[in-house]
């Protein structure tokens, strides 16, 4: 008799318009499908929050739209944010205190237990965090 162990991967992925709305519609599709899932809400959400507004600003392309995927293997929940912009890779840095933006990847940086940048197909690339929604 065979008894393996078996992990059940979770996962979720869609396509959203490169604005504002898309980004807002894909944090709030996100945090329904983690309630679903019967995870916690935060800090994923703010997570999302910030790479799809990344992606609807600074990796806007017209006409392309940005995807996210959501996928949880044992107690780690991996969050991908992939835009057409491949030519612009992120990264993290401080901003001027009175600077009005630019916090987005530091956020992404204190919430997550992991992040990167992974090149896709061309002209792709997917921003990515990790985080641990052990019970």
Known sequence: MNDEISTPVRNMSLRFSSTPRGARLARLLAAEQ?????????PARQIVAELAANAATHGRVPGRDFG???YVVGH???IEV???????P????SPAPDAESGRGLVLVEALADKWGVAPGL??????????????
């Open 34 to 42: 983690l309630r679903a899932w019967g995870l916690p809400l935060d």
């Open 68 to 70: 996210l995927t959501l």
């Open 76 to 78: 780690t929940l991996r």
């Open 82 to 88: 992939t835009d057409t912009r491949g030519d612009r």
């Open 90 to 93: 992120p990264h993290a840095q």
């Open 122 to 135: 061309s002209p792709r690339k997917s921003v990515w965090a990790e985080i641990d929604v052990s019970p």
